[in-house]
T-cell receptor, first 115, second 113 residues
Framework: DQQVKQNSPSLSVQEGRISILNCDYT??????FLWYKKYPAEGPTFLIS?????DKNEDGRFTVFLNKSAKHLSLHIVPSQPGDSAVYFC??????????????FGKGTHLIIQP | DAGVIQSPRHEVTEMGQEVTLRCKPI?????LFWYRQTMMRGLELLIY????????DSGMPEDRFSAKMPNASFSTLKIQPSEPRDSAVYFC???????????FGSGTRLTVV
């Protein structure tokens, strides 16, 4: 049973517009959430994180929103750029960074930015 | 720092053969993780180590899979005997245990024919 779900396998967005990637989770014990970005033939790289005591975290063009009551988080990218085309993984953990438990990942969403 | 180094990058082997994947974590990182990525299941945690000691191997698919970490700078994931359904990309990641998550290696793409 998938504890972290990314229901959109792919998403196509026009350059300059907002990209919104969604993630749902089922385990109420999760307290830390991370987004990873993955290019082909490379490992995932950390993008942004949020802990459950916050509902928003912003880093440049990237903002993550957390709705704990709905067990839902989203990643907003504004404005979208061609270099943002990649697979984005949502991940969750009971501990900061997942260090002591391991991160639980979703299946990923392939974001395609069209010129 | 060169990051997490995995070898080989690609491995093609015949069913029944033994396969060994290697990983060198970032120096000073106390946690090492092995993940497997498939289309069907996404990224799955197989096993992780803390200070070279295996902590949780509940994600290891079956007895054909084994992992070792003989020292802080080296880990192996072995599959014996390999089967076609083991074909996947295997990632190693390390972490200092902070809130910044993991650093992944570039992965080993395993194909079992």
């Amino acid at each position: 049973d998938q504890q972290v779900k990314q229901n959109s396998p792919s998403l196509s967005v026009q350059e300059g517009r907002i990209s919104i990637l969604n993630c749902d989770y089922t385990n109420s014990m999760f307290d830390y959430f991370l987004w990873y970005k993955k290019y082909p033939a490379e490992g995932p790289t950390f993008l942004i994180s949020i802990s459950s005591i916050k509902d928003k975290n912003e880093d440049g063009r990237f903002t993550v929103f957390l709705n704990k009551s709905a067990k839902h988080l989203s990643l907003h990218i504004v404005p979208s750029q061609p270099g943002d085309s990649a697979v984005y993984f949502c991940a969750a953990s009971q501990k900061p960074g997942g260090g002591a438990d391991g991160l639980t990942f979703g299946k990923g969403t392939h974001l395609i930015i069209q010129p | 720092d060169a990051g997490v180094i995995q070898s080989p990058r690609h491995e093609v082997t015949e069913m029944g053969q033994e396969v060994t994947l290697r990983c060198k974590p970032i120096s000073g990182h106390d946690y090492l993780f092995w993940y497997r990525q498939t289309m069907m299941r996404g990224l799955e945690l197989l096993i992780y180590f803390n200070n070279n000691v295996p902590i949780d191997d509940s994600g290891m698919p079956e007895d054909r899979f084994s992992a070792k970490m003989p020292n802080a700078s080296f880990s192996t994931l072995k599959i014996q005997p390999s089967e076609p359904r083991d074909s996947a990309v295997y990632f190693c990641a390390s972490s200092p245990g902070t809130r910044y998550g993991y650093t992944f290696g570039s992965g080993t793409r395993l194909t079992v024919v």
